[in-house]
């Protein structure tokens, strides 16, 4: 089911915001929602307190289980995708608030962050109906301060610009548990295996293998998310891995947990 984002103005009412510029939003999605390509007049941190999504922007696609959140600033095209039932909460920073921010370069692109027990809590507080100026305020702050601290998630799928770079990145895309030669995929796209290893390097900052790596473990978050029993050995099996610890090792090392440890906060 696709929709179109409503309008920040038409679904703030009752909810709590501050006096100087930082508005919230807590939204329920159901798995299979899609947020089309839209933009914001605010920079926002958009964050599953439940669930997973898929945030795709120009640079690329994130993964967003519940363990992360991601930041999107002002008027940059975005759509969201719900992979599972979630429950979003949103801050929305005026570009004035964002101006008095010491730190606030840093937040001039797209990125996703592990959130810390701290972050996590700061932004459940925000929401907890309390409603009080000055608490949320310095919550806020706080949520901010912890976002600048930050881990970097590497939950990231850069996407390719190159004509023939992006041929073939979505040629894995659209069967990322395939088995993926980069001399065949060159072929296909009318180039040398050693020219497509170069643009994969320089495009996405990846090689062609570790990309590729990322791709397979996205599509498996993807199915944990929406898939109640998925069997860990046969997902394996089905992303081309030798042995369940071989998938066990490469899902841990891009998302932090084990399969069995991320459907288990799903």
């Known amino acids: 089911m696709s929709i179109a984002e409503t309008p920040i103005a038409a679904i703030r009412g009752g909810r709590p915001t501050t006096s100087d510029g930082v508005h919230m939003v807590a939204r329920h999605y159901r798995k299979g929602v899609r947020l089309d390509t839209h933009m914001h007049r605010e920079a926002q941190l958009v964050y599953a307190a439940k669930g997973t999504m898929q945030v795709t922007t120009p640079k690329g696609r994130w993964l967003v289980p519940p363990d992360r959140a991601v930041w999107v600033p002002a008027r940059l095209e975005h759509s969201i995708d719900v992979l599972a039932d ?9 570009l004035a608030w964002l101006a008095r921010e010491e730190r606030s370069a840093s937040l001039d692109a797209e990125f996703v962050v592990r959130v810390s027990r701290l972050l996590h809590e700061a932004i459940l507080a925000i929401f907890d109906g309390r409603n009080n100026p000055d608490r949320t305020r310095l919550l806020v702050g706080l949520a901010v301060l912890e976002l600048h601290h930050a881990e970097d998630a590497t939950t990231f799928i850069p996407l390719p610009h190159e004509p023939r770079c992006r041929r073939a990145a979505d040629i894995v895309l659209g069967d990322p548990t395939g088995s993926h030669r980069i001399e065949t995929l060159a072929r296909e796209v009318g180039t040398s295996a050693r020219t497509l290893s170069r643009l994969f390097s320089s495009e996405t900052q990846l090689s062609f293998k570790n990309w590729c ?27 081309g891995y030798a ?12 998302t932090g947990k084990t399969p069995t440890e991320f459907s288990e906060t799903k």
């Open 86 to 94: 979630i429950e979003m909460r949103t801050l929305y920073f005026d």
């Open 243 to 254: 042995s369940v610890p071989a998938f066990s090792h490469a899902f841990r090392q891009v």
């Open 213 to 239: 790596q990322r791709a397979r473990i996205a599509a498996a978050i993807e199915r944990l998310s929406m898939e109640a029993n998925v069997s860990v050995k046969q997902l394996a099996s089905d992303l």
